[in-house]
């Protein structure tokens, strides 16, 4: 299935992809699984998609706005420098560990929303990422068990300010401006992506293919990432991993690219669309 959330009627719902509509469950439905984060605690994927082939609403895209795959997730966990080409470009050296920062929830925004440049700084910069979302919660996970805790996958867009991410050497508030960390355009359960490696990510800067790579390039591969996460805190249905970026990224180019107001970025990965947002400016 492709999940995603959206404010319908004046409430937060979702809904099952299909086409150019959504297939939104029914209001008994929504009222007992709220968001896709209490569809995901309950393990209730099946009865989501049986309710909505059995009794969904067909409601046009254009009649819904939308809103982060996972609109508030309560962790959101960012991988720094995952992909060989990113280390080679920070000029970086090889590490034993992932690189862990986070997110919060009121950074994220939606597909077709605008990522804001804060007025005060002229590096802005794109970072095209795979979402995991997480379906079944645990700690101390062995990567040996680690997908059978996923419940799919998204694209992200891990909006940097450069500038205030070398501040000092804690990224934390270089990541978290408001109106950065683009999330969608939707879920694709598990099951239906298959093997991740398999997929491409691309992010495209007014149609400038800007970084492409395979999810297989990921130094720490899905399974050392959720096993990593797991020891230190536990992971919880619709808790959020965005898994790094590949190199390319504006800030490190001859002479440097960044996102200005009237730009568009998208990222693709394969299978999971197009993460498309203009790019202005915060008030």
Not at 250 to 279: A, C, H, S
């Amino acid at each position: 299935m492709k999940l995603a959330s959206f404010t319908y009627q004046g409430r937060v719902a979702y809904g099952v992809v299909h086409g150019d509509q959504y297939l939104v469950p029914a209001a008994d439905f929504l009222n007992r699984f709220p968001d896709l984060a209490s569809v995901l605690r309950a393990g209730a994927l099946a009865d989501l998609e049986a309710a909505v082939r059995s009794s969904g609403t067909k409601v046009q895209l254009d009649a819904v706005q939308a809103l982060p795959v996972i609109p508030a997730p309560g962790k959101i966990f960012c991988v720094g420098l995952n992909y060989k080409t990113h280390v080679a470009e920070m000029k970086r050296a090889d590490a034993d560990y992932p690189a862990i920062f986070v997110r919060f929830a009121d950074s994220l925004i939606a597909a077709g929303d605008t990522m804001l440049r804060p007025s005060f700084s002229e590096r802005f910069d794109y970072e095209g990422e795979l979402a995991i979302v997480i379906g079944k919660g645990g700690r101390h996970i062995a990567q040996a068990d680690a997908f059978d805790h996923i419940a799919g996958y998204a694209c992200f867009n891990d909006g940097s300010v450069r500038d205030w991410q070398r501040h000092t050497h804690q990224w934390t508030p270089g990541k978290n401006f408001p109106g950065t960390g683009a999330f969608g355009p939707y879920m694709v359960t598990a099951d239906e992506v298959g093997d991740v490696n398999a997929l491409t990510l691309q992010t495209r800067l007014n149609g400038e293919v800007v970084q492409k790579a395979s999810l297989s390039d990921l130094i720490f591969t899905i399974p050392v990432v959720i096993e990593y996460i797991s020891r230190f805190t536990p992971l919880s249905p619709g808790d959020v991993i965005a898994t790094g970026t590949p190199g390319g990224v504006g800030d490190k180019r001859q002479p440097p690219l960044y996102m200005k107001d009237g730009d568009v970025v998208e990222v693709e990965i394969t299978g999971l669309g197009i993460l498309r947002n203009p790019v202005g400016t915060a008030a």
